[in-house]
């Protein structure tokens, strides 16, 4: 039964390859302002939620521990996509790129062993390192480096990593208290992410071209929105129900580590072409991955 979850997790990741598809595809008809980037995260994970509680009957649960993971969850999202936009104002796209997706890696992978009780194993070292490796191998030379975008990189390798261990630490619930379902859960903190980018909304500025967008141009931004936010919030539920039958320090060196591979195969795609870079990423991804598997 358990392999069914590894299935699922490679699916989870297809899906965040197909969703950074359509992240493009909005940002090619709205730009990349902060204003249109909190409106894209607003709508899509409102849209997903309002799906997702129609199939549920309307019938959310909440319970004080879940609204408190999901209320640091919803801040560490808003925070880190600020944070981003400084980063990407002096071109620090695979700095920023990289900062994101080791937090990611590193914190809940040690969440995992020291806290969740996750066995440790030597193919599990082999697989944080070669995949963290993946990840220093995209890094783009001559990127600025100056000591206000160390601290934002950190901030965003911080709040990226924590809110994945958030994420572990209420599905493994430790102190046993009154916790809600993955349904309500991920409908709850997708839900707060589109309250503080609401709120967040309100005090930005409003983009100068936004007024000389056509309704065809709506139509695709918010048909990009919907899709994006589908593909985004099962991809969340989907680890939210990993979680329950896979350790951290499994799941999420898969899901980076796969997502790095299947995001330079979008790129092949989208007429990127192969590069040696990209060879060396699929070999440090597939191995490190595949050193999961050793018994010790």
Same mark, same amino acid.
């Given at each position: ?26 940002? #090619? ?6 204003? #249109? ?6 709508? #899509?994970?409102?849209? %997903? ?7 549920? &009957? ?50 809940? +992978?040690?969440?995992?062993?020291? +806290? ?6 030597? &193919? ?7 995949? =963290? ?8 030379? &001559? ?13 965003? %390798? ?93 799941? %999420? ?10 995001? &330079?195969?979008? =790129?092949?795609? +989208?007429?990127?072409?192969? !590069?040696?870079?990209?060879?060396? !990423? ?15």
């Amino acid at each position: 039964m358990e392999i069914f979850y590894y299935l699922l997790l490679f699916g989870i990741c297809v899906l965040m390859t197909i969703r950074s598809v359509f992240h493009r595809l909005y940002i #090619s008809v709205s730009g990349s302002s902060p204003r #249109s980037t909190y409106q894209f995260s607003m709508l #899509s994970t409102l849209i %997903f939620s309002v799906i997702m509680l129609v199939t549920m &009957g309307f019938k959310m649960k909440i319970t004080l521990f879940s609204l408190l993971v999901s209320v640091f969850i919803g801040l560490a999202n808003v925070t880190c996509i600020y944070l981003a936009f400084k980063v990407l104002e002096e071109g620090g796209l695979s700095r920023y790129t990289l900062f994101l997706n080791l937090g990611g890696l590193v914190i809940p +992978f040690f969440y995992g062993l020291f +806290f969740n009780g996750d066995a440790w194993t030597v &193919g599990k070292i082999v697989c944080l390192l070669l995949v =963290g490796a993946a990840l220093f191998v995209n890094l783009e030379k &001559g990127e600025p480096m100056s000591f206000r975008i160390k601290l934002y990189s950190v901030a965003i %390798f911080m709040l990226n990593g924590l809110g994945c261990a958030a994420l572990s630490f209420h599905q493994s619930n430790p102190f046993g208290v009154p916790a809600v379902d993955g349904d309500s859960f991920t409908v709850l903190y997708m839900l707060l992410n589109s309250l503080f980018g609401f709120i967040i909304l309100l005090f930005l500025p409003r983009d100068k071209n936004a007024e000389k967008k056509d309704k065809k141009e709506t139509g695709k931004a918010l048909l990009y929105t919907a899709v994006y936010g589908l593909l985004y919030g099962f991809g969340n539920y989907g680890m939210a129900v990993c979680l329950l039958h896979i350790d951290p320090s499994y799941q %999420f060196p898969i899901i980076t580590g796969g997502g790095v591979l299947l995001a &330079g195969i979008a =790129g092949l795609i +989208f007429g990127e072409k192969i !590069t040696k870079r990209f060879c060396l !990423t699929s070999v440090l991804v597939i191995v490190g991955t595949a050193a999961l598997l050793l018994p010790f």
